[in-house]
């Protein structure tokens, strides 16, 4: 692959990492501001561990896409495992959200987002994948070799 080519799809792979962190910066956001009206109204406590430990699963599907997007926008040659492990991030958040959504049992509409859902967050694992595949002397090197 070019080196035009390497950092047009490095762009482009770090502006779909930005779109689905921000995407679920924005749910996660929703969840804080409930948990936190919760809180107030004395239906939660912030120091109960459950309460402190779904605020900090909350940002598992936000701070590694962003770091990817980072690491790929700033050409950083540790970019390649980073997006590797993103993905694999992302495929495990799927999992569980395929698997949340089956419970009770599927509706249509739980059907439907599954779907979506599955396809959108696989496709971008695919593409961060392929990426990385073909980028393989990005392991080595200080800075990225797309460039």
Not at 28 to 43: M, P, Q, R
Not at 115 to 135: E, Q, R, V
Request: glycine letters at 10%; hydrophobic letters at 50%.
């Amino acid at each position: 692959m070019r080196n035009s080519d390497q950092r047009q799809h490095g762009k482009i792979l770090a502006i779909l990492f930005v779109f689905y962190g921000g995407a679920h910066l924005i749910t996660v956001s929703f969840l804080w501001l409930i948990t936190l009206a919760l809180t107030a109204n004395g239906y939660y406590q912030l120091s109960d561990p459950k309460t402190l430990g779904l605020v900090g699963a909350s940002l598992f599907p936000v701070l590694p896409p962003l770091l990817s997007a980072y690491s790929l926008l700033r050409t950083r040659g540790w970019a390649k495992s980073v997006v590797i492990g993103t993905c694999l991030v992302i495929l495990i958040i799927t999992l569980v959200i395929v698997i949340q959504l089956s419970r009770p049992g599927f509706t249509t509409n739980r059907i439907g987002f599954a779907i979506l859902y599955s396809a959108a967050t696989g496709a971008l694992s695919l593409y961060g994948f392929w990426f990385a595949g073909k980028n393989l002397s990005l392991a080595g090197s200080r800075t990225a070799n797309y460039e």
